[in-house]
């Protein structure tokens, strides 16, 4: 189980890959889900699965993983202070773990995916209920870049609203339906939704 939790510290936001997990922990594919299974039902692991759709498009089609405590994932990365995060490779996947598990919090009743093409282009966060859509990047930036990539991908996709989440000061809109914010401002938006 050490074992288990450290991989998946080091999986933190990828895209999860059973058979190559289960044989570098030296598990069957069905024991390892068995126990993510668990991990996910005691709300310790989420796996975050593919956004279900029919673009033009060869899509991802495994669950991306995260832990949702960033405090057991920094212990498991062994990260002791600000200075230590900020400098570590995977600053970026736990910055965007922990902002889905806070949006999560206050739009609990809306179903989470995320969408990657076969070539790399992405959206951190797509969030559904009913007919309404909502989709999110996720950036540890003050001064944030998208990709043409996400912008071709909210024109297919044509979401209720686009927003981009980054370390800023003040919302402003990037483009014309896509809006940049920092998390304190998307929970007051968009705890609301």
């Known amino acids: 189980m050490d074992r288990l939790w450290r991989l998946l510290a080091h999986y933190q936001g990828q895209t999860l890959n059973y058979s190559k997990l ?21 709300y310790m692991v989420r796996l975050l699965p593919p956004f279900e759709a029919n673009l033009k498009k060869r899509l991802v089609r495994s669950p991306k993983v995260y832990l949702r405590d960033s405090g057991i994932l920094h212990a498991l990365l062994e990260i002791e202070d600000f200075d230590h995060l900020l400098a570590h490779p995977q600053v970026g996947e736990s910055w965007e773990g ?52 996400f912008h071709a991908l909210v024109g297919e996709l044509q979401p209720e609203a686009a927003t981009i989440l980054a370390s800023i000061d003040a ?19 968009w705890g609301e939704a």
């Open 171 to 189: 919302p402003f809109e990037w483009r014309r339906g896509i809006w940049v914010m920092d998390l304190a401002a998307a929970i007051t938006h």
């Open 22 to 42: 289960a044989g570098v922990l030296d598990l069957s594919v069905p024991t390892l889900k068995n126990y993510l299974g668990v991990l996910e039902q005691t």
């Open 98 to 149: 922990f902002i889905i598990e806070q949006l999560l919090a206050v739009m609990p009743r809306w179903r989470p995916s995320f969408l990657r093409t076969s070539n790399g282009t992405e959206v951190d966060l797509v969030l559904e209920r009913g007919a309404r859509r909502f989709v999110f990047e996720i950036k540890l930036s003050k001064a944030p870049q998208p990709s043409r990539g």
